[in-house]
């Protein structure tokens, strides 16, 4: 059964030609769009010629974006010994061992973002099924298990994001909000753009960027000129 498509949505797509936009164009439409009842999301959704359903095509990592995401994030550690003590320092919102194993096993999951020592993956390896689905469970691509959890903490809080391209190929990031600046937008999309390339699984042939779109939360999707997007230096958009 179709999907019913609002009214807003409707007058919204009508704004939106059939081209691909350069970026600053399509990020002024992104903005333009963004007239949901709540603070908007800045979104990217980006199809890459890779198939992640082999090792070497898989992309997993993540991106610090310079003008941050504009969300508050939660962070929880899962750390023993005087790691705990400098988890709190650096600002962690929960911190814990077993006891926070155990918090997590019975369904609590009040944070955003979760880091672990190397000492406590053994243990969190039963989380998987738990973790995993909500792309929660700390890796050491993702930066999320390490020993200095000070330094995690502090980029994750900051505006790093870690993110993955599903079993199609296509990433979902947010890059910020809507009602960022525009240029600050362009920041942020161009250090995503730089961090797909630099991650470029060793596997992936031919053409690697296949389309990009973008999209506040509740808006319409804008395609977005892959060629210019590349070419655009945050140096220059800065």
């Known amino acids: 059964m179709a999907k019913k498509v609002s009214r807003r949505l409707n007058e919204l797509l009508k704004k939106v030609e059939d081209r691909a936009y350069e970026p600053l164009e ?29 090792t070497d095509q898989q992309l997993r990592t993540t991106v610090t974006l310079p003008k941050g995401t504009g969300q508050t994030i939660r962070v929880a550690v ?23 194993i155990n918090d997590i096993q019975q369904g609590m999951l009040d944070f955003d973002c979760l880091i672990a020592t190397p000492d406590m993956m053994p ?21 999320t298990v390490t020993t200095d959890v000070a330094q995690a903490i502090q980029e ?25 600046p525009a240029e600050d937008l362009l920041v942020n999309l161009c250090a995503l ?26 808006g319409p999707a804008i395609p977005v000129d892959i060629y210019t997007l590349r070419e655009t230096k945050i140096t220059e958009a800065a």
Not at 123 to 143: D, T, Y
Request: proline content about 5%; charged content about 25%.
């Open 26 to 54: 399509a990020i002024n439409l992104l903005k333009e769009t963004a007239t949901a009842k709540f603070p908007e999301s800045a979104e990217a959704h980006i199809r890459l010629g890779i198939d992640p359903k082999y």
């Open 78 to 100: 899962l750390a023993k010994g005087e790691q705990v003590n400098e988890a709190q320092n650096a600002g962690a919102d929960i911190v814990g061992s077993e006891d926070l």
């Open 123 to 143: 243990q969190v390896a039963k989380l998987g099924r738990l973790l995993g689905p909500k792309g929660l469970m700390p890796s050491p691509k993702g930066g």
């Open 156 to 180: 994750f809080k900051a505006g790093k994001l870690e993110f993955r391209a599903d079993r199609t190929g296509i990433v979902h990031v947010m890059f910020g909000k809507a009602a960022f």
């Open 193 to 218: 753009q730089e961090c797909i390339d630099r991650n470029r699984p060793s596997g992936a042939k031919g053409r690697y960027w296949r389309s990009v779109y973008i999209s506040a939360t509740m």
